[in-house]
């Protein structure tokens, strides 16, 4: 990821996904749960995800 920031904020754009209606679903009923947009939570999944292969050490 750049780390390209402009006053602070990371830049983004927007991107546009089908998914299978049980996981929408479930997405949906997480948002209502907790009060949390369903973007916010694929966003933070995606960034939890490639976070654990940016974070991995090179194996010598």
């Known amino acids: 990821m750049s780390k390209n920031y402009v006053n602070g904020s990371i830049p ?3 991107f546009s996904l089908w998914l299978p209606v049980v996981l ?5 009923k997480d948002s209502l749960t907790y009060g949390v947009p369903m973007s916010h939570i694929v966003k933070n999944a995606l960034l939890a995800y490639y976070r654990t292969f940016d974070n991995q050490s090179p194996s010598s």
């Open 12 to 14: 983004q754009k927007r």
């Open 24 to 28: 929408y679903d479930r997405l949906n």
